[in-house]
Nanobody
Framework: QVQLVESGGGLVQAGGSLRLSCAAS????????VGWFRQAPGKEREFVAG????????YYTDSVKGRFTISRDNGKNTVYLQMNSLKPEDTAVYYC???????????????????WGQGTQVTVSS
């Protein structure tokens, strides 16, 4: 069992940066793949970025490539999402998710992640 808590959201102007954190409790978090998702008002939740259990593989949705960076510190049981050059369309609630089945190295679907955090709000003003 893994519990996830996101933090770091807030209000930022377009062009600014934020770093989200996903802190995990529970054993063996270092063996879990992790993903970040987001849900904007009136829209479905969408995949943003993912990282393998070891950190050796990272992958992104096209709209954030070159602006967002996912990383992890397994010693601190934490995954980060560094978000630069933020745009108003990045406004959403951001969720982290984790899963212990590492057979699929590039998970992007919600159903592929068993554990979810409660989300953190990111608002980008124009």
């Amino acid at each position: 069992q893994v519990q996830l808590v996101e933090s770091g959201g807030g209000l930022v102007q377009a062009g600014g940066s934020l770093r989200l954190s996903c802190a995990a409790s529970g054993h063996r978090f270092s063996s879990y793949d992790v993903g970040w998702f987001r849900q904007a008002p009136g829209k479905e939740r969408e995949f943003v970025a993912g990282i393998s259990w070891s950190g050796s593989r990272t992958y992104y949705t096209d709209s954030v490539k070159g602006r967002f960076t996912i990383s992890r510190d397994n010693g601190k049981n934490t995954v980060y999402l560094q978000m630069n050059s933020l745009k108003p369309e990045d406004t959403a609630v951001y969720y982290c998710a984790a899963d212990g089945d590492t057979g699929n190295p590039y998970k992007t679907g919600e159903s592929q992640f068993a554990y979810w955090g409660q989300g953190t709000q990111v608002t980008v003003s124009s």
